[in-house]
């Protein structure tokens, strides 16, 4: 039922965020950067997975889980450095593992190709979130 994986490469993505985006020192973080990417990605996925009435449900999931990794970095950005921050980075990983569940039960109804590119992304949005919960709560 999947279809060919297409997908924009990141640094076409990049070249395509707006610069008042850019310029906000939020950018600075891979991790973020990552995130948005990601969000995209899975807006593009919804749209598959949406064409299965066994996708709707794993689609509106999804969408929402993704969007919570970069919306938690935003907001505990907003709130200053620190264990506040920390907290909200915390949430944004909880959420990184929660999308690839998602990723995990769509899996049938996206390309093989798609779903392991994602699982990638995930583990390194994982890799950087940690690392940088760990700066921000010590």
């Known amino acids: 039922m999947a279809e060919g994986a297409t997908w924009i490469p990141y640094e076409e993505w990049e070249a395509q965020v707006p610069e008042e985006i850019r310029q906000d020192p939020l950018w600075q973080m891979e991790a ?11 807006w593009e996925d919804c749209q598959q997975l949406m064409r299965d009435p066994r996708g709707r449900a794993i689609a509106e999931q999804l969408i929402r889980s993704a969007g919570s990794i970069c919306a938690n970095i935003e907001e ?48 390194q949005i994982t890799r950087l979130l940690t690392v940088a919960h760990r700066q921000q709560k010590g």
């Open 32 to 42: 973020y950067r990552l995130a948005l990417y990601l969000y995209d990605l899975a």
């Open 76 to 123: 505990g950005y907003g709130r200053g450095m620190g264990r506040q921050y920390a907290q909200f980075l915390g949430y944004s990983l909880g959420s990184t593992r929660e999308t690839r569940g998602w990723y995990y039960r769509g899996r049938r109804l996206l390309a093989p190709e798609a779903i392991a590119h994602r699982y990638r992304l995930l583990i």
